[in-house]
């Protein structure tokens, strides 16, 4: 649906991206992500026909972003991270105007009535955008993205700002989109990907360091899987217990606490399962577990490794 051949950015001297090449194909959710000033914002901006690139190519749907710019641009449905929202209109006022805009051939009441129900805005399309909650308003910027039935749609930091609720909501929203649409959506949330993507670019300092399906990346740990411990108990004589598990292969006090509890991080041997090994070494020395939580083996350990990797550390 997408192909990108060797993308450059230059600013001056300044390298933004640095021969980047990928795919998206029909039907997939792509993750795009990468810290701060690593390319990501520019990338998006190209793809999108809003800023044009020093050399390399974009095509959508087959149409070159450089030499059919309109053609690309039909097929593609953009949500930046500040919706371009009008708040002085209504939601319905707004969706027939954006309509008009894209020069929309498809039967306009129907076509908005179907993306409305999708995006389930049905209940405020007489509202003024200025009275809609954060979560509507992001809800409006999907809908007005998915106007002309764009095979491609790109969000950038979609659920940015939102409260907990309202995440999950737009992260289902996604899910379905991906039933009709490929969607590429860039952000910094590592469980976003986990939650919605099933295949993630990772970008650092202008380059593309990783082009893998989610799973893939999750299994690149390779210190087996990790969890962070609340126990309570003299650290000087939790440790050395907690070393003692067969299967633990390593543990370290993180030197945060939980009121009472220390904070325990332990690394178990591939293929090892030793959570119920801990707790009854724990429960027969008299140290209460008070929380255990999955602290690595996920995609934030990966990306982590990955981007330090990049920038030539360990």
Partial sequence: MIEVKHLTKHYGTFCALDDISFSVGKGEVVGLLGPNGAGKSTAMNILTGCLSATCGE??????????????????????PEQPPLYPDMTVGEYLRFVYEL??????????????CELVRIGDVFCRLISQLSKGYRQRVGIAQALIGDPGLVILDEPTVGLDPKQIIEVRALIRTLSRRHTVLLSTHILAEVQAVCNRVLIINRGKLIADEQTDTLTRMIEDGICYRYGIIGPQKDVLPLLRRVPGVKEAAFTGEYDGEAGIFRLTFAPGADCRKAVYYACAKAGYPILSAVSGGGDLESVFIRLVDNSDGHA
């Fill in 102 to 115: 894209k020069g929309c051939d498809l039967p306009r009441d129907a076509h908005l009535a179907e993306i």
């Fill in 58 to 79: 974009v095509f959508v749907g087959g149409a070159d972003m450089r030499e059919e710019p309109l053609k690309a641009k039909r097929m593609l449905g953009y949500l």
